[in-house]
C-alpha cells in the first residue's frame, strides 16, 4: 500500500461504524467514510467533542453540523499551504492521501535532466499542480469546475507558486485533451483523478467506467518524447489498482515504454495502528527498475 505518513497538521485519529475521526491543524472533524465496517469501541475522547461532523442522509447526500469551526483555515504540508472549508458533500478542499503522489511527483520533476511540463486533469483543488510547481515544473491545470479552478488559485497564492508557469483552465477534459492533440502539444507527466460521474462546464456527461479508458488512450497521445511520468487515481467501487494497472499496461507502456505501479492509496490511523483504505493509483514511469 501506498501510505501518506508524512503528514504534521492532518492525521486519522480514529476510524469506527463507518466514520472516521481526523485531525485538520487544531481541528476536528468527524466524516464518513464506506471503507470503515469495523467498530473500534470509539474511546478516543475527540469523538465526543468534535469541531464539526458531516451526517450522511438515509436519502444520499448529507449535512455538516458545526460546533465550533471557522468558515476557512490554513493547512500545511511541508512546503504547501492549502485553504481549507467544508464543503459539499463531506469534502474539505484536501485528499490527504494524495500527499504521497506529490512527494513521488515532485522527486521526479526535481530529478529530471529537463525542463518537465505537466499536465493535471479533473485537477480540483491544485494539490498535485501546486506541488509540481514548487518542484519546478510549468503546469497545466484543468477541471471542470469554476469554483474548484479558483480554490486551486487561491492554494497556489498561499503556496507562494502563483507566479509560476501554470495555465488555470475551467474546460471539459475530454474536450481539453482531444483539441491539445490536434494542436500537437506534448506533456512529459500527466496527473488526473477522475470522478465516478460529473458534468462538465457545459453539461457533459462523464461517467468514469464508459469514458475513463478512451481518456487514457487519448492521453497516450500527448506524451512527449521524453516522457517523466503518468498517475491516474480512482475512487471508484469497481476500479481497483489492477483495473488501472491493466489500461495503463495497454496504452502507456507500449507507446512509452518504462513500467508501471498499482498498489491501494491508504493513511496510518494514529489510534489503532490499522491504515485505512483511500482509493485506487496506478504510476507509470519511464524508468524501467
Not at 61 to 70: K, R, V
Not at 124 to 145: E, F, P, Q
Request: overall charge negative; charged content about 25%; some cysteine.
Amino acid at each position: 500500500m501506498i501510505i501518506a505518513n508524512d503528514w504534521k497538521e492532518y492525521e486519522v485519529l480514529d476510524a469506527s461504524d463507518g466514520e472516521k475521526l481526523e485531525r485538520w491543524g487544531k481541528y476536528i472533524l468527524v466524516r464518513p467514510d464506506p471503507q470503515v465496517i469495523w467498530s473500534t469501541g470509539r474511546a478516543h475522547p475527540g469523538w465526543e467533542h468534535p469541531n464539526a461532523h458531516y451526517h450522511r442522509s438515509s436519502r444520499g447526500g448529507g449535512e455538516w453540523e458545526f460546533f465550533d469551526l471557522p468558515d476557512e483555515w490554513l493547512l500545511y504540508y511541508k512546503e504547501l499551504t492549502f485553504n481549507l472549508k467544508p464543503f459539499a458533500f463531506k469534502h474539505t478542499g484536501v485528499f490527504p492521501e494524495q500527499a504521497a503522489n506529490w512527494d513521488w511527483a515532485a522527486d521526479m520533476i526535481k530529478g529530471s535532466t529537463k525542463p518537465v511540463k505537466v499536465l493535471n486533469l479533473f485537477a480540483y483543488t491544485g494539490g498535485a499542480t501546486i506541488s509540481a510547481l514548487k518542484a519546478g515544473a510549468s503546469v497545466t491545470h484543468v477541471d471542470a469546475s469554476k469554483g474548484m479552478v479558483t480554490w486551486a488559485k487561491e492554494n497556489a497564492a498561499s503556496t507562494g507558486v502563483v507566479d509560476r508557469p501554470v495555465r488555470w483552465l475551467v474546460d471539459d477534459c475530454i474536450k481539453f485533451v482531444e483539441r491539445e492533440i490536434r494542436r500537437g502539444n506534448k506533456y512529459d507527466a500527466i496527473i488526473m483523478d477522475p470522478p465516478s460521474y460529473g458534468r462538465g462546464p457545459k453539461g457533459e456527461i462523464w461517467k468514469i467506467e464508459d469514458s475513463v479508458f478512451e481518456l487514457v488512450k487519448k492521453c497516450a497521445e500527448l506524451m512527449s518524447d521524453t516522457p517523466l511520468f503518468y498517475i491516474i487515481n480512482s475512487y471508484t467501487t469497481g476500479l481497483q489498482p489492477g483495473v488501472l494497472k491493466a489500461m495503463t499496461d495497454l496504452v502507456i507502456t507500449p507507446r512509452c515504454g518504462g513500467s508501471s505501479y498499482a498498489d491501494e492509496l491508504g493513511l496510518p490511523i494514529s489510534g489503532s495502528g490499522l491504515t485505512l483504505p483511500c482509493g485506487a493509483c496506478v504510476r507509470w514511469c519511464s524508468k524501467t527498475d
